[in-house]
């Protein structure tokens, strides 16, 4: 069994047709979906990038592996992890070719060599006879959204004004779009421990501020949902030279997401590293999840209970026959897949408001535990001198306007609880 794990940054569920989207966004992941596996309730670690890509390969809270931020980040790509044991290496060890594109930023986790200028359907080609796992992860769905036009007009339902369209050129063409009165690291002119050297042109940093309207949604979200087809076009290409190949029933594909995105449910868009002003609700942290394996996977089979990033290792592991680690904290998804209802009822996310470019000395942090029912938020700092708590009953406000923290209800005092124990956690290994 090969292993094809595709991590689109910023992809939001909603905005793809298996997920009931009335838009036609994603035809070659709705065909993963009918084929495969699809998880409803995944919900992402982070609201940024690296601690969910950490979480996912090494089945570990952000609370557990500690890399949830740029100083933290320094740490662990300069050694911190030296001789740690991953995932990627019991793969390897496995025989394995572990391979992806832009995944050498993420070395410590096991990864040896980063394929981006080769191409993905070659690396298909060249490794037809041998046993790979490898990690794509595009960018199409990331600010900047600036899609070709004929999806951009695709997507929408009435033209823009010319205001509106004054104001989608800064979506178009900035990574960092933000409200006015903030500043990001990159325009503070502080120094950023992840170069970004690698980088396409379009996603090279660039920042800009624009005060968004509410008229301006429609484009907005044609802009993306543009993007999601670029994104749909890549994932129809990779699946059809597999086919070509006659190796794609014998490659389990995971398709998922590091995090949500913001489209102006508050106002902004983007996610923390982008607007600063990253959130916890469920459009920063719901994902999409899709399995497809037919030689063990029923296809059409739909998993409503909510699940993490960090169940993704363990589900691998034990198709592959391969013993759990100890430190892995997920669980593997197999039971559910095959009908079984127990599972863990909590998943923990966290995120700092400005996430990656988050100017030195803010020390703000965010945490959230959620069931299928209740969300808990907690604004706080590093040095919890700070408190502020958010309840939503997410069955009767799943878009999260009415916090209930001024009277909270009785099923929220054992979340705060598990939430406070959670951040209690020290990293295992990072002072």
């Not at 670690?45 to 979480?55: E, K, R, Y």
């Not at 300069?78 to 991953?86: F, H, P, R, S, Y």
């Not at 096991?110 to 080609?125: C, E």
């Not at 394996?293 to 592959?320: C, H, N, W």
């Amino acid at each position: 069994m090969n292993v094809l794990w595709i991590l689109e940054d910023a992809l939001r569920p909603d905005h793809m047709g298996c997920y009931g989207y009335k838009r036609d966004t994603t035809p070659n992941c709705d065909r993963l979906a009918r084929e495969g596996v699809r998880f409803d309730g995944a919900i992402a670690t982070a609201a940024h990038t690296l601690p969910p890509i950490v979480s996912m390969l090494m089945s570990q809270w952000p609370a557990t592996h500690g890399v949830v931020d740029a100083p933290r980040f320094i740490q662990w790509i300069g050694g911190a992890w030296d001789g740690v044991e991953t995932p990627l290496h019991s793969l390897e060890r496995a025989g394995y070719c572990v391979d992806g594109e832009l995944v050498m930023r993420w070395a410590p986790l096991g990864f040896r060599r980063d394929t981006r200028s080769d191409g993905i359907t070659a690396y298909f080609d060249s490794h037809r006879q041998d046993k790979w796992f490898f990690y794509a992860e595009p960018y199409p769905t990331h600010l900047p959204y600036n899609p070709p036009a004929e999806y951009f007009e695709q997507f929408l339902d009435e033209t823009p004004t010319p205001e509106t369209m004054a104001r989608m050129e800064i979506v178009r063409n900035f990574l960092i779009v933000h409200p006015s009165g903030m500043i990001s690291k990159l325009e503070a002119g502080e120094a950023d421990p992840l170069p970004d050297d690698d980088a396409d042109e379009a996603h090279r940093r660039t920042a800009a501020a624009v005060d968004l309207e509410p008229q301006d949604r429609g484009a907005l979200e044609a802009l993306y949902d543009g993007e999601v087809r670029v994104f749909d076009d890549l994932v129809g290409e990779w699946l059809g030279r597999l086919e070509v190949l006659g190796i794609l029933d014998e490659t389990l594909i995971i398709l998922t997401a590091d995090h949500g995105e913001e489209l102006m449910e508050r106002g902004h868009v983007g996610h923390c590293s982008c607007n600063l002003m990253g959130t916890l609700y469920d459009e920063s942290i719901r994902v999409p999840l899709i399995l497809r394996y037919p030689p063990r996977l029923k296809p059409g089979t739909v998993v409503d209970a909510q699940v993490s990033q960090i169940d993704i290792m363990p589900t691998l592991f034990e198709m592959l026959d391969l013993p759990q680690r100890d430190w892995m904290e997920g669980q593997s998804l197999l039971p559910l897949i095959d009908g079984d209802t127990a599972f863990r009822e909590v998943a923990f996310s966290e995120t700092t408001p400005a996430g990656w470019q988050a100017l030195s000395g803010d020390d703000r942090q965010i945490f959230a535990i959620r069931t299928a029912r209740w969300k808990v938020i907690l604004h706080t700092d590093a040095r919890r001198s700070s408190r502020r708590l958010e309840i939503f009953d997410l069955a009767r406000d799943p878009g999260e306007v009415d916090n209930l923290a001024a009277s909270p209800p009785v099923a929220a005092a054992p979340l705060i609880a598990q939430l406070d124990e959670y951040i209690a956690q020290q990293p295992r290994y990072l002072d």
